[in-house]
């Protein structure tokens, strides 16, 4: 009987807090509304900046008074940390998301042991993703595995069709590899392709461009670093050891 006092007593104690947390977020809410009344509202919590939330949006993160008075739309810094604290927590929403798209939705290129791995959106009619991908032997000799996930841009009419067809040939990565040269994919369709979903994932974590570079930790590699096998490698290395992690040898290169 008592633990079952003791077990109430907490429920209570739990939906008081949560009921508070709600009313504390209610004016940032609906500050959030009255400037966006058709946007969903993915997160709420409380920012490191004193006095402010943190708003996820459709991926992005924007900070709002507790008032609801003021919204900050940028990225916040620790300076004695020497962080940005608004590109570190979009980056764990993503890998967070990558996580849980299956390798099965993904065209993987990947040596046989990987020191790093990056996931790349791509758009078949990109003229960036079609440069990136002349090199992709290179990068996979680098020791890098890249998954590519179809993100086909409206600005490009038909590219959702082009991703289709790729994913529905009998063998994907060749398909994409002509169509990264410039042969048309075909209009092949089937039944389980991801292309819509790979979209709607892109668009949910705030991908808006091709190619978009990935890290395994969800940094958005500044695509000037990614031209060549060797900058990337370099880029990876570095973001790795600012995360600190230890990245594996390679095997044989």
Same mark, same amino acid.
């Given at each position: ?12 104690? /739990? ?7 709600? @009313? ?5 809410? $609906? #500050? ?45 810094? @620790? ?43 791509? $758009? ?11 090199? /992709? ?16 841009? $409206? ?37 389980n392709n991801p292309v819509a979903e790979t979209k ?6 705030? /991908? ?37 992690? #230890? ?7």
């Amino acid at each position: 009987m008592f633990n079952k006092v003791l077990a109430a007593i907490g429920l209570m104690a /739990i939906v008081t807090l949560a009921h508070a947390a709600d @009313n504390a977020e209610k004016p940032v809410r $609906d #500050a959030m509304r009255s400037l966006l009344p058709m946007t969903k509202i993915d997160e709420v919590v409380k920012s490191d900046l004193p006095g402010f939330y943190e708003v996820v949006v459709s991926g992005q993160v924007v900070y709002v008074s507790a008032d609801g008075k003021y919204l900050l739309q940028g990225n916040l810094y @620790n300076v004695p940390l020497k962080k940005d604290l608004t590109a570190a927590r979009v980056a764990t929403m993503r890998e967070q998301a990558l996580q849980k798209l299956p390798a099965e939705k993904k065209l993987v290129f990947a040596p046989d042991h990987p020191k790093h791995t990056v996931t790349v959106f791509t $758009d078949v009619d990109c003229p960036y993703c079609r440069q990136f991908h002349k090199q /992709i032997a290179e990068f996979n000799k680098q020791g890098i595995a890249v998954n590519y996930v179809l993100f086909p841009l $409206d600005i490009h009419p038909g590219a959702d069709k082009k991703a289709v067809a790729v994913w529905c040939a009998t063998d994907r990565n060749a398909a994409y590899t002509a169509a990264m040269n410039g042969h048309d994919p075909g209009t092949g369709t089937c039944s389980n392709n991801p292309v819509a979903e790979t979209k709607a994932l892109a668009q949910a974590i705030g /991908i808006n461009a091709t190619p978009t570079v990935l890290a395994e930790d969800g940094t958005q590699v500044d695509m000037a670093k990614a031209t060549t096998p060797a900058a990337l490698e370099a880029e990876l290395d570095r973001i790795s050891t600012a995360a600190g992690t #230890a990245t594996a040898p390679v095997a044989s290169r």
